[in-house]
């Protein structure tokens, strides 16, 4: 399903979270800007977890090398299929027929 929108500038999320913790709450925040509650609540619990307040999940840095880290295991699992089937197809191509030999 499509984002309905781009996401939401660092600068802005970042003022979210400094207003939850000056007090204000995700639900009055998201009535007064455009963001849901709980959109607000996710990134005050990421900015905890960048900060080491918390420890229930990824920090942004973990979360961006996780996904470098998958994309490569992607890449690297093509490269091995395509080399394998190369070498297959050689493999092949360099069998002698049966009946002649090769000298």
Partial sequence: MPRSHAPYPAAFRQQM???VR???SPE???K???PTAQAIRNWV???DLDQGRREDGLSTEERAELRR???ENRQLR???EILAKA???FARETETPPGSSRS
């Fill in 28 to 30: 009055a925040l998201a």
């Fill in 17 to 19: 979270v400094d207003l």
């Fill in 45 to 47: 619990k990421q900015d």
């Fill in 78 to 80: 093509m490269d091995r």
């Fill in 32 to 34: 007064e800007f455009e």
């Fill in 22 to 24: 000056a007090g204000r």
């Fill in 87 to 89: 070498a297959a197809w």
């Fill in 69 to 71: 880290l998958r994309r």
